[in-house]
């Protein structure tokens, strides 16, 4: 039997906020345990929640980002259960009224096509604090300074259709969410995370198969690999004659395999109702278009303007806008050269080369824009040629020269195109190469062409890299051919 | 000096008859000999007390002294004070001393007053009689065989004795406005919003509102213009201006409009009540005011709602005593659940779990519609049967309770209880202004004439009390047992 994979995620986001969203103690990673956390986030008693505004502002930014309705008012609620890093017994979230409506986000695929899938809503959302097993013998250890962290759920419809959609899904929400700057997105530290819910259903029916909701999942990597054994797993169960149950199951990178955590006889009743201790949210028009004038240019935007105006093709435009850093690295480089082609291929190939081999991101390259556009002028402008910009890259990656030009004129890589100075080097290398002269000339003709290359080298050798190939090659092929 | 209201006190402040240290040390003494037998503290700050009388008396002689600097007072065990334990009547925070103050006790301290102590009370607020304190009940001073009210008990009896002059309580349903009646005192319970709840252990955090108990209105005037505002920390806090509620305390009150509900003089209100009500409205008349019957037609859904709602908001805010990080931890947990019901059930009384288990079962998948959304539905309607009868009238009267202090351990069943706060229930669903001032007796125990108004309206009802006081002098009446301590 063919099947059909059914895909929706809830990706938690955690909000860029310099306090959390309910106090006013930091958001900074990586504290000692439990300094971060003041009276609000341990739950004493007696002590209230107050709403940061810039949680808000960041919700509603994602909302517009997102094409979304943005209600006029949203609501909080509680979500009660018990657990060690939950401290109020509860967390304050949206039920019933989420700051975000639906929406949609294009996700881009490999072979470049394009897939609207729509969200359902986003809301706002309080992170738990952590429970600690190691270190503790036998005990748990509880860390609260991640409590109180703004989070902003985003729940997609179950529109994605395979891993890779699910992915590209993924890539594209933290594209946005970091274009906005509303999160850094960093997955290691746990700034963005998602719930995958996995069903399978024979290919044809329009009923949805049970599902299973994997939590957790904290990278592009791991989404793919956990839909990719849930799926396998969902179709073995039916095709053996059994039935897949409504479960969270938990996904273990280790072993590459989902686990059951609970079944939903076993879920919690999280007896949701309106938060007492704040007020609802009201959005008033001139708020949203004051917002919405605050947006920068979204990667969607950014990918067909890369395409209509710079005329890039489809995947430059594509890898080249994937992140806020690359798309205004490109920009800049392109704005200094005003050649987007050479501005594409040296930023893509060059530089992320470099950047990869060194493991350092585009914000730390070490290269900066400004230098790589002008390098990128002097090839342009026939000052260098192909090979000596390589080198004047390298110069620059090591630091050694502040600009391009500095590079050129200190290792003297100024490209030679005075014809005189190159037929005295190609003169030379003729006289030093009668072997080749003598079996270039008893090659049959078509043969030629190739063999030339021989003599490039050498003239561009004894240049040391600076003579012009082109002009090498014309006047290379008038001197030999004239031998004939 | 234990008979003075606050106002006669800081004149006697001001002139420099009294000093503060005085007046503190007179006030610990009384507590010292009389509380064995009231049970109305649950702590006593004498040392803390005293110094702060003398920087009280230092600010004083520098100049500095505001209206209410010196003046002592206590604070029901559900504000909490930074350093001092704050137990909320339960055994779960008997070991619990907040790193903060209240925002009510931070602006009663910047007033310069002179806290000696935290008051008795119900469990977590949730009674109608002190009996449900972990640490005990409390005696009504005016019949020792009688309870003060609930939950704000303790600080009832301690201004009715004399062992302070004035205290702050919190009112849910009737927790201030009830045991003011019982003991013979003046209860304001404000506008929800109107005091920040920031700091306050929550019961039920949309209808908690804390207010001053005092021995006249005047009183609690005074101690309202410190209390009152907008408050950053609580979000549910009202921005909007306080004013001098001591200003309008002598306007007349010919031409007022008073209502009085019909549903609040029917079957179970004691006839003593009834009558010593009516006699206070004929008062009222005498000062020139109108009186006609008004009618509030959901008033009999009031208990029922509140009883969804307040359980509903208490059984998840009472969620974080857990015994994780603070309060009561039962001995060598086995594991995880161990701990929690362990820790919940040697902490919590009965009567706090009777009300964590309705409202868990009220917020259920499945019942929470037919309980907690239609319970909301309920005191919408409750609140629009007041604003409808205040476009009539200026003030509604009545009862502040169907009877009369009962006797302690007179009401075995819950429900017997709740049905004590029928007259005051409704006044917290609708979110308005609510006072009880004395206004007679029946067998020896005070009885409380309940005036309430429409939001936002403090200075009136302190007003229309105040004038009341003026024509009466119920509120001068102290018990004989407040007398008898030398």
Known sequence: MQWETVIGLEVHVQLATRSKIFSGASTAFGAEPNTQACAVDLGLPGVLPVLNEQAVAMAVQFGLAVHADIPEVSVFDRKNYFYPDLPKGYQTSQMYHPIVGAGDVEITLDDESTKRIRIHHAHLEEDAGKSLHEDFHGMTGIDLNRAGTPLLEIVS???????????????????????????????????????????????????????????????????????????????????????????????????????????????????????????????????????????????????????????????????????????????????????????????????????????????????????????????????????????????????????????????????????????????????????????????????????????????????????NPQQVNGLLKEKLDALL | MHDK?????????????????????????????????????????????????????????????????????ALKDIFCTQGIKTSCGSKMLDNFIAPYSATVVEKLNAAGTISLGKTNMDEFAMGSSNESSYFGAVKNPWDLTAVPGGSSGGSAAAVAAGLVPAAMGTDTGGSIRQPAAFCGITGLKPTYGRVSRYGIIAYASSLDQAGPMAKSAEDCAHLLNVIAGHDVRDSTSVSRGVPDYTETLNAPLSGLKIGLPKEYFGDGLDADVEKAVLEAVKVYESLGATVREVSLPHTHYAIPAYYVIAPAEASSNLSRYDGVRFGHRCDAPADLIDLYTRSRAEGFGDEVKRRILIGTHTLSEGFFDAYYTKAQKVRRLIRQDFLDAFEDVDVLMGPASPTPAFDLGAKKDPVSMYLQDIYTIAVNL?????????????????????????????????????????????????????????
Not at chain 1, 178 to 184: A, E, F, K
Not at chain 1, 307 to 319: N, T, W
Not at chain 1, 426 to 432: F, H, R, S, T
């Open chain 1, 157 to 467: 419809e179950p529109d994605m259709r395979s891993a890779k959609e699910a992915a590209a899904y993924l890539k594209a929400i933290h594209s946005i969410v970091t274009y906005l700057g509303i999160s850094d997105g960093n997955m290691a530290e746990g700034s963005m995370r998602c719930d995958v819910n996995v069903s399978v259903r024979p290919k044809g029916q329009e009923a949805f198969g049970t599902r299973a909701e994997i939590k957790n999942v904290n990278s592009f990597r791991f989404v793919e690999r956990a839909i990719a054994f849930e799926v396998e797993r969902q179709i073995e169960l039916i095709e053996d004659g059994g039935k897949v149950v409504q479960e969270t199951r938990l996904f273990d990178p280790e072993r590459d395999e989902t686990r059951s955590m609970r079944t939903k006889e076993e879920a919690n009743d999280y007896r949701y109702f309106p938060c007492p201790d704040l007020l609802p949210v009201v959005l008033d028009q001139a708020y949203l278009d004051h917002l919405r004038s605050q947006l920068p240019e979204l990667p969607a935007d950014k990918r067909a303007r890369f395409q209509a105006e710079l005329g890039l093709s489809a995947y430059d435009a594509h890898v080249l806008s994937a992140s806020r850093e690359m798309a205004e690295f490109f920009e800049e480089v392109q704005q200094v050269c005003g050649d987007a082609k050479q501005a594409a291929n040296w930023v893509q190939g060059e530089l992320s080369g470099a950047l990869n081999r060194e493991n350092l991101s585009i914000q730390n390259s070490p290269v900066s824009a400004r230098q790589l556009g002008e390098l990128i002028n002097r090839v342009l402008d026939d000052t260098i040629n192909g090979k000596a910009a390589k080198q004047v890259f390298q110069a620059l990656w090591n630091g050694q020269g502040d600009s391009a030009d500095a590079v050129i004129d200190a290792k003297g890589l100024k490209q030679v195109t005075d014809t005189g100075a190159i037929e005295v080097m190609i003169d030379q290398v003729i006289a030093e190469s009668p072997a080749q002269v003598a079996q270039y000339r008893d090659s049959e003709p078509d043969k030629r062409g190739k063999m030339i290359g021989y003599f490039v080298g050498q003239v561009m050798k004894a240049s040391r890299g600076t003579a």
């Open chain 2, 430 to 486: 609708a979110g308005i202004p609510g006072i009880s001032v004395p206004a007679g007796f029946s067998n020896g125990r005070p009885v409380g004439l309940q005036i309430l108004g429409t939001h936002f309206a403090e200075a009136q009802l302190l007003n229309v009390a105040h004038q009341f006081q003026q024509a009466t002098d119920w509120h001068l009446q102290r018990p004989a047992f407040a007398e008898e301590i030398a």
């Open chain 2, 5 to 73: 209201t606050v106002t006669q006190l800081a004149a006697a402040l001001k002139s420099g008859e009294l000093s503060s240290r005085e007046l503190t040390s007179h006030f610990l003494q009384r507590i010292e000999k009389a509380d064995g037998t009231l049970n109305s503290f649950i702590t006593v700050t004498a040392e803390q007390a005293l110094n702060q009388a003398e920087a009280a008396d230092n600010a004083r002689a520098a100049g500095k002294a505001g209206k209410l600097t010196g003046i002592p007072f």
